[in-house]
T-cell receptor
């Protein structure tokens, strides 16, 4: 059974710092991997989707990498801002349908 | 609308009541998903539709949970005889095709007293 783990569970950084969020999964036979952001009391906002054949995806200050063989993905956030404060969720899609989520990393960026 | 919408946003039910949660996916999206999110946890898959066909309902926790999408657009998640453990946020997501990016609605927060 696929399990997704996110480390750390919480992270606090000063504004301007570059940071990395980690996601690991137990079964490397995945279809794709998606990173989301969730603000308190809100739904999920899709940030990046990496297909199983890709190594990384970039959007603005965000860069996500995928190492399928080792079961790892990282989300790199450059020059963090207070508006980046949220919970970041990693989700694996194994069969092209249902997403399997980690518990998330709660990020706090102080000004 | 431009995104996935869900209604109601908040629902309080007494234990034993039936509830119905609605999801309006993005127009033209073939795939529709329901997830359940408990406090402090990641969302957990409940069920999946492709058009009007329910192709996977393996995540539904009991036979009190029922979902439908009769015309391949709007979907309703129904919970019969609600229990306290059903309290959670219910999220709906849609995608243009299977395996594509899933876009989530704001969720319905269900509280069972």
């Amino acid at each position: 059974k696929q399990e997704v783990t996110q480390i750390p569970a919480a992270l606090s950084v000063p504004e301007g710092e570059n940071l990395v969020l980690n996601c690991s999964f137990t079964d490397s036979a995945i279809y794709n991997l998606q990173w989301f952001r969730q603000d308190p009391g809100k739904g999920l906002t899709s940030l990046l989707l990496i297909q199983s054949s890709q190594r990384e995806q970039t959007s603005g200050r965000l860069n996500a990498s995928l190492d399928k063989s080792s079961g790892r993905s990282t989300l790199y956030i450059a020059a963090s801002q207070p508006g980046d404060s949220a919970t970041y969720l990693c989700a694996v899609n194994q069969a092209g349908t249902a997403l399997i989520f980690g518990k998330g990393t709660t990020l706090s960026v102080s000004s | 609308g431009a995104g996935v919408s869900q209604s109601p946003r908040y629902k309080v039910a007494k234990r034993g009541q039936d509830v119905a949660l609605r999801c309006d996916p993005i127009s033209g999206h073939v795939s529709l998903f329901w997830y359940q999110q408990a406090l402090g946890q990641g969302p957990e898959f409940l069920t999946y539709f492709q058009n009007e066909a329910q192709l996977d309902k393996s995540g539904l926790p009991s036979d009190r949970f029922f979902a439908e999408r009769p015309e391949g657009s709007v979907s309703t998640l129904k919970i019969q005889r609600t229990q306290q453990e059903d309290s959670a946020v219910y999220l709906c997501a849609s995608s243009f095709f299977v395996g594509d990016t899933q876009y989530f609605g704001p969720g319905t927060r269900l509280t069972v007293l």
